[in-house]
């Protein structure tokens, strides 16, 4: 069987490619699929989030070099029908090891087309910026999936990611779609909405219509080191993820059409659900429990990521000149309103002073 590959890939950092990826992942696996997720940050994010330990002896790494064959490498997940080649944090010194091989760009899927994975999807999970690792993920797959968080960064992001992209459909892999762009971390206000409807007007249909929203229950799923999907089945978030995937087999299910392939059923949304409740509650005992400090402190890098080192305050500051930039009205509503404040104070400082004068017996 050979998979669909897909890689989650953004030149950015800290927009949700690790989430994505791993949630997509047990969520195929959660309507039936079998999947498997190859982890290709050092960081070992998705590794840690599906389970298993990054201080394990063998990894992606050691596939990369030839020194172990990907059984030996594979990890069986907690949830039937996921499996995961892991990042290991050797994995940090690839790039010195394959500057040294001959067609090190091409290593990843020399060993995809040689091995018999036995699923129905790869997901790979890249790391941020251009480098050897998302070249090999972007050279071996089917497909790319951009998650972007609508920031005012957010066009940074893509406007780097999308050439990345076409060098590699230039050269190494003339077959790479580009099957979506995903909103994600979406918060729920009139910048992001602009900066939405900005980058879907520029993009069409290849914006997802699903958009995973802001939800802080991500957050403590990944300091419970569970996919909010399974930590949480029905929290905003995993419902959303939940509706992406679904979009996700859709298109791709058009896309085998198109080629005149055939691609299986899933299960039914309600049964999905139920495998996530299941995998939940057979998972509860091994969750590390998230403490408040640790959901704290994730929440405050998240927004240094997503909004730079601006104090609370700044960022008060900051939304309250866009909201009045944006609202031209409201701002003259706003002034007037003022003006006619300023002018009671001091209509009525005046009589306090008239009154003043005339009851101390001056006027
Ligand atoms: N929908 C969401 N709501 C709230 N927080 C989220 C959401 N999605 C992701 N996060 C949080 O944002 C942070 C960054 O997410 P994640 O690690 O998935 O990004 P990344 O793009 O893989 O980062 P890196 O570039 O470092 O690999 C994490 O703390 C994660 O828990
Ligand atoms: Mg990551």
Redesign the pocket.
């Known amino acids: 069987m050979r998979p669909y590959i897909v890689a989650i890939f953004n030149q950015k950092?800290?927009?949700?490619?690790?989430?994505t990826s791993t949630n997509l992942a047990v969520c195929l696996a959660a309507f039936g699929k079998s999947v498997v997720v190859i982890d290709l940050?050092s960081?070992g994010?998705s590794t840690k989030s599906l389970g298993i330990d990054p201080k394990i002896k063998q990894g992606i790494f050691d596939l990369f070099i030839g020194n172990a064959p990907v059984d030996e490498v594979m990890q069986s997940t907690g949830f039937d029908g996921l499996r995961v080649l892991p990042s290991t944090y050797s994995l940090a010194g690839i790039e010195i090891k394959l500057s040294e091989m001959q067609n090190s760009q091409r290593t990843l899927s020399g060993i995809l087309a040689h091995t018999d994975l036995d699923c129905d999807y790869v997901v790979i999970d890249c790391?941020?910026a251009l480098g050897i690792l998302p070249i090999n993920a972007l050279a071996s797959a089917h497909a790319v999936i951009i998650p972007v968080t609508a920031t005012p960064y957010a066009n940074d992001g893509l406007l780097r990611t999308l050439p990345s992209i076409k060098y590699v459909q230039e050269g190494l892999n003339k077959n790479l779609l580009l099957q979506g762009v995903l909103f994600?971390?979406n918060d729920r206000n009139k910048t992001t909405r602009k900066i939405n409807e900005l980058i879907r007007s520029r993009l069409g249909g290849t914006v997802y219509r699903s958009e995973?929203?802001?939800?802080?229950t991500?957050?403590e799923a990944?300091t419970a080191r569970l996919p909010v999907c399974v930590y949480a089945p029905k929290s905003a978030?995993a419902q959303a993820h939940l509706d992406f995937t679904e979009e996700f087999i859709d298109r791709h299910v058009a896309i085998a059409a198109k080629a005149g392939k055939e691609v299986l059923g899933r299960l039914s949304r309600d049964k999905t659900v139920e495998r996530l409740f299941r995998w939940q509650a057979e998972m509860a005992s091994a969750a590390a429990p998230p403490t408040d400090e640790r959901v704290r402190q994730?929440t405050d890098?998240?927004d240094r990521?997503l909004y730079g080192n601006r104090s609370r305050m700044e960022r008060w500051h900051l939304a309250v000149v866009h909201f009045f930039i944006e609202n031209r009205l409201s701002l003259v509503a706003f002034l007037l309103v003022m003006l006619i404040g300023v002018i009671a104070l001091v209509g009525a400082g005046f009589e306090g002073a008239r009154r003043l004068v005339s009851a101390v017996g001056l006027g």
């Open positions: 950092g800290g927009i949700s490619k690790t989430t940050d960081q994010d790391p941020p994600t971390i995973i929203p802001r939800d802080n991500v957050i990944a978030a994730k890098q998240l990521m």
